[in-house]
Structures are given as C-alpha cells and as structure tokens.
C-alpha cells in the first residue's frame, strides 16, 4: 500500500515539474520575445495546465521555495541580457578621433591610409550609362571624404557595437533615381555585378543585412579600424553564412562587393 503511493505521488511529482517547467518556459519566453522558444512552451503549458491545476488542488501543493527563487533568478539572467552591452564579441566602434560612433548618425568612411584613395560614395553611372539603383564604390581621389553613410543597427541603441546587425543608408534619394538608399547586395554567392552593393534596399532584410567587425589585421595599431560584413541569413532567408565586404575592381573602378580584397575602414563623423 505505501509502495503504491509513493509510486503514485511520483507520478504526479513529475506532471506537476512538467507543468512548473511550462511556467518558466513562458517566463523566458516573454523575457526575451523568442517565437520558437515561446511557443513550444506555450504548447507544453497547454497540454498540461488543466491537469496539472487539478492535482495541485486535490493534493493541496504549492510552489517550493527553491522554485520561486529559480522563476526569480531566470526572471533577472534573461532580461539582463535580452540587451546586451559591449563583451568579449560586442565591441564599441570608434571613430578616427578615438570617440564612440553614434547609431543613425551621418558618418564619412574611408581607408586607413588615404594615399590608397578616398572615401566611399555612390555613383550614377556604370561604363559610362546612368543606372539606378546607384553602386557604392571608392572615389579615386584620396582628398575626398565621399558620401555620408548612416549606420542603424535594429538594436536601438545610442552606440554602434561590433557584431550587431545593421543597415546602412546613403541619406534621401537625389535626382531622378527615387528607389531606397539603404545598401544591399542582390546576390552574395553571384559573380559581378550581381554581388556589388548598390542602393534600393529594404531595411532589415536579407540583401541589406550587414554588421561592422574589427579588421583582423589592422594596418595602424593608432586607430580603430573595422571592416563590412554582409550576413543575409541574420535578417531572412540566404546563405548561412557571412560575406567580407570588398574591393572589386573593374575598369578603374573600385566597387565594393561581396569578393575580392575585404576593405579596412575608419570612421570619420560628418559635419
């Protein structure tokens, strides 16, 4: 007889876990806005709640301690870290001046070392024929800072981070071309043209998907200097993985793309 009823409270001791781990399940869930993560939880929640609710009644249980201090405890790690703040992958990006660049600020960027050319702009033109959308490439002369780019991370927050999804804008549409500024590539895996960044994307989506990273060499160890990466597969469908923004050169042209020499950059903030 008391083996049977030990059996028994065994039984129900474990429904009711099920039912105290669909509970956390949901906690995390609302903590850190996970569809996946929720709704599987959620379906366990369901399945066991009326059950549950009845056992917990007809044995007269109640929540231990040890099981309000774990809702607490998991309650404060997720949303302490649903915003995560600069660690050992998310650095702070900095401009040539050594001050923090600003999320969906008007910014010049351009090589390390200005006797490889100027900064980057957008053109209108390809062998010698107007297009739009417009290409990205580098000015050929190194007097000139080119155009002002905004970065936007999703994430809204004051600072850029390394390693943060983001969107790149070239300002309002000018002239006749009246499609996106926001940068994309078509197709990463294509071969040119088709792998150039050119204007008319939609922000947040899988062709204008990029994040900043340190450059892994840099050339001067006196400025902080990052390099372009393109991640379709963070924002939607598209290759699972991460394409180093480049220079590709063709007909004295310097496009950036998705191959050939990846490009080191500085930050430099626009007046």
């Known amino acids: ?78 949303t302490t870290t649903a915003a995560p703040g600069p660690d050992a992958t998310h650095h702070l990006v900095y401009d040539i001046t050594g001050n923090k660049v600003l999320n969906n600020v008007p910014y010049y960027i351009g090589p390390v070392i200005w006797a490889n050319g100027g900064g980057i702009k957008l053109t209108d033109k390809k062998d010698n024929k107007k297009v739009c959308p417009f290409y990205v490439v580098q000015d050929p002369a190194e007097v000139n800072l080119g155009g002002r780019f905004s970065f936007t991370q999703i994430a809204k927050q004051k600072y850029l981070l390394t390693s943060r999804i983001l969107g790149i804008d ?78 590709y050169e063709d007909k004295g042209v310097k496009h950036l793309g998705s191959s050939g020499t990846p490009f080191e950059f500085v930050f430099q903030k626009a007046k």
């Open 170 to 247: 070239s300002g309002l549409p000018t002239g006749s071309c009246d499609m996106s500024t926001f940068w994309q590539i078509a197709d990463a895996e294509a071969k040119a043209p088709f792998n150039l960044i050119t204007t008319g994307g939609t922000f947040d989506s899988d062709v204008t998907c990029f994040q900043i990273v340190d450059y892994p060499k840099p050339t001067s160890s006196k400025v902080h200097s990052y390099m372009l990466q393109h991640c379709p597969s963070f924002c939607g469908a598209g290759p699972q993985k991460c394409f180093n923004v480049s220079i």
């Open 1 to 78: 007889m008391i083996e049977d009823d030990l059996k028994k409270f065994h039984r129900i001791s474990c429904k009711i876990y099920c039912f105290w781990l669909a509970e956390i399940g949901l906690v995390i869930w609302l903590a850190s806005s996970s569809m996946y993560c929720g709704f599987f939880f959620y379906d366990l929640h369901y399945r066991f709640s009326p059950q549950i609710d009845q056992l917990k009644l007809s044995y007269n249980m109640r929540p231990t301690l040890s099981y309000i201090l774990l809702i607490l405890f998991i309650t404060v790690v997720v």
